[in-house]
């Protein structure tokens, strides 16, 4: 069974300053890795995925993770952060054992708080 | 183009009672995922269909039920409602294929009282 750890339910950093989310993740396969934002009363938002390809991956507004296969950790890192990143940060999994997006397992969210 | 869209986006039931939300996915996807969302929760998924067929299940009791239509839209019922179902339900959409990634409505905020 496939499964996600964030650490960290919130992270508090100042604007201008790095972002480092944690997210390990088990799974008895090759995983498909993603992260997703959400803001206030909407959806969820894709920021990049992994499929196998190049371990280290960019997404938008400047994020980006890499895949470390040897620690299962898919940790997500911006250099600077903006105001407008503050939200609920979500890493989830999927083992595509079947056809189209699969079932994902999230983890439990960390909330992301910029300081002025 | 748009995403994919879902009704009602707020609803209100009483314990016991039956409720249906809907959602209609991007154009060209043909797989159709629901997610249960709990405050404070990450997603949980509950059922994946495409080509109108159940595809993957989550942990959820048989008072959860879906099904999906020709066009690819699709239905998730609720029976015998209980406090705890009272959640923000998220409909995704993508297309067929191993690790495609899904694309999420706003979701439909149900509350039980």
């Known amino acids: 069974a496939q499964s996600v750890t964030q650490l960290g339910s919130h992270v508090s950093v100042s604007e201008g300053a790095l972002v480092l989310l944690r997210c390990n993740y088990s799974s008895s396969v090759p995983p498909y890795l993603f992260w997703y934002v959400q803001y206030p009363n909407q959806g969820l938002q894709l920021l990049l995925k992994?499929?196998?390809?190049?371990?280290l991956v960019k997404g938008i507004n400047g994020f980006e993770a890499e895949f470390k296969k040897s620690e299962t950790s898919f940790h997500l890192t911006k250099p600077s952060a903006h105001m407008s990143d503050a939200a609920e940060y979500f890493c989830?999994?999927?083992?595509?054992?079947?056809?189209?997006?699969?079932?994902?397992?999230f983890g439990k969210g960390t909330h992301l708080i910029i300081q002025p | 183009d748009a995403g994919v869209t879902q009704s009602p986006t707020h609803l209100i039931k009483t314990r016991g009672q039956q409720v249906t939300l809907r959602c209609s996915p991007i154009s060209g996807h043909k797989s159709v995922s629901w997610y249960q969302q709990v405050l404070g929760q990450g997603p949980q998924f509950i059922f994946q269909?495409?080509?109108?067929?159940?595809?993957g299940r989550g942990n959820f009791p048989d008072r959860f039920s879906a099904r999906q239509f020709p066009n690819y839209s699709s239905e998730l019922n609720v029976n015998a409602l209980l406090l705890g179902d009272s959640a923000l339900y998220l409909c995704?959409?993508?297309?067929?294929?191993?690790?495609?990634?899904?694309?999420f409505g706003q979701g439909t905020r149900l509350t039980v009282v």
């Open positions: 989830a999994v999927s083992e595509g054992t079947g056809g189209g997006a699969d079932g994902l397992t």
């Open positions: 995704a959409s993508s297309k067929i294929g191993t690790g495609e990634e899904a694309f």
């Open positions: 992994y499929t196998s390809a190049a371990t």
């Open positions: 269909y495409y080509e109108k067929e159940e595809r």
